[in-house]
Structures are given as structure tokens and as C-alpha cells.
């Protein structure tokens, strides 16, 4: 995890924040980190999930603009 936390979420496509946010979670899941290193990947999940819903906004506002314009 040491070496997914010095990427910068805000460099990540959607695709590589999505796949590190289902690692984060699988590891969460398994309950074996401690408390700092639990409060840590919380953290960065957290960072990933905004990232995704970035993605996901701008792309939804690309379908919208495109729709716009090719109805005119």
C-alpha cells in the first residue's frame, strides 16, 4: 500500500483510482491492519472515491454538452 499512497490521487485516471478503491476496500475488509494503518486506507479510499466522482461528473457533463449541441 506504502507505494499506491505516494501516487497523487489527482494524477490517476478513472480506471487506476477505481481499481486502487477496490483494493482499499478488499483490504479493509480482511480486518488484519491496524488501527493507523485502517485509519489510513480509510483516508485514501475516501481520496480515491472523490477522484472517481470527478470522473464521473466531467464525464456526464461531456455526454450532456455533446447531446446540447448535436440536438441544435
Known amino acids: 500500500?506504502?507505494?499506491?499512497?505516494?501516487?497523487?490521487?489527482?494524477?490517476?485516471?478513472?480506471?487506476?483510482?477505481?481499481?486502487?478503491?477496490?483494493?482499499?476496500?478488499?483490504?479493509?475488509?480482511?480486518?488484519?491492519?491496524?488501527?493507523?494503518?485502517?485509519?489510513s486506507l480509510w483516508e485514501r479510499g475516501e481520496a480515491l472515491a472523490q477522484r472517481c466522482d470527478e470522473w464521473l461528473i466531467g464525464a456526464k457533463a461531456r455526454l450532456d454538452a455533446a447531446r446540447g449541441n448535436g440536438a441544435r
Request: no cysteine; proline share 0%; aromatic share 2%.
Open 1 to 39: 500500500m506504502a507505494d499506491r499512497e505516494k501516487t497523487d490521487v489527482a494524477e490517476l485516471s478513472y480506471e487506476q483510482a477505481r481499481d486502487e478503491l477496490i483494493a482499499v476496500v478488499s483490504e479493509l475488509e480482511q480486518g488484519s491492519s491496524t488501527l493507523e494503518q485502517s485509519l
